[in-house]
Antibody, heavy 127, light 111 residues
Framework: EVQLVQSGAEVKKPGESLKISCKGS????????IGWVRQMPGKGLEWMGI?????????????FHSPSFRGQVTISADKSITTAYLQWSNLKDSDTAMYYC???????????????WGQGTLVTVSS | QSALTQPPSASGSPGQSVTISCTGT?????????VSWYQQHPGKAPKVVIY???ERPSGVPDRFSGSKSGNTASLTVSGLQAEDEADYYC???????????FGGGTKLTVL
């Protein structure tokens, strides 16, 4: 059974850094894309980025990796412990959201569906 | 503002059918067959119910069906049941974002 288990809820202050995790099990972690989806309070879903742990190929949604985006996010993975990460260097109030890790299926380079989801990590940023 | 437009709410009585629309452009929904739909119950992670416009993952009841016409995709839930009450999100590959874009979500209420 595929499982994605995320780290617990976090409460941080603006300007702080943070790294949350997602441990995959029950499948070949190295050979499948894994990524992060943001859901702001009462809002819809947004892809942030995905990574292929086998070769660390990483793709970001334009909204989360533009040169002007302060508090830039970084997606990484450690295949030795089958864990993916999402980190911030400079949190903002607007980063308050639920963050889901998820495994998308790609065909021809396009995501056709999201097969598995973690339970979500709630990040609250407040002074 | 979401890239894809969904009605904020939809409703139907048990046993009835309801259709939720998802409108985009020729650069996303209309240009590709990579449209998927997700069901999200309160406090839970989403779950895929339709992918590639009309394909149903194993385990999803055949009461769920999908279609597309031009720049608009649709999700139909037939024989509504109480457990179908949830938020539904569409998603599509897009020229503007190679990871895909989502709709704003539709809250389906079973009356």
């Amino acid at each position: 059974e595929v499982q994605l288990v995320q780290s617990g809820a976090e409460v941080k202050k603006p300007g702080e850094s943070l790294k949350i995790s997602c441990k995959g099990s029950g499948y070949s972690f190295t050979n499948y894309w894994i990524g992060w989806v943001r859901q702001m309070p009462g809002k819809g879903l947004e892809w942030m980025g995905i990574i292929y742990p086998g070769d660390s190929d990483t793709r970001y949604s334009p909204a989360f990796h533009s040169p002007s985006f302060r508090g830039q996010v970084t997606i990484s993975a450690d295949k030795s412990i089958t864990t993916a990460y999402l980190q911030w260097s400079n949190l903002k109030d607007s980063d308050t959201a639920m963050y889901y890790c998820a495994t998308p299926s790609l065909v021809g380079g396009r995501i056709i569906r999201i097969d598995h989801w973690g339970q979500g990590t709630l990040v609250t940023v407040s002074s | 503002q979401s890239a894809l437009t969904q009605p904020p709410s939809a409703s139907g009585s048990p046993g009835q059918s309801v259709t939720i629309s998802c409108t985009g452009t020729s650069s996303d929904v209309g240009g590709y067959n990579s449209v998927s739909w997700y069901q999200q119950h309160p406090g839970k992670a989403p779950k895929v119910v339709i992918y590639e416009v009309s394909e149903r993952p194993s385990g999803v009841p055949d009461r769920f069906s999908g279609s597309k016409s031009g720049n608009t995709a649709s999700l139909t839930v037939s024989g509504l049941q109480a457990e179908d009450e949830a938020d539904y999100y569409c998603s599509s590959y897009a020229d503007s974002n190679n990871l895909g874009v989502f709709g704003g979500g539709t809250k389906l209420t079973v009356l």
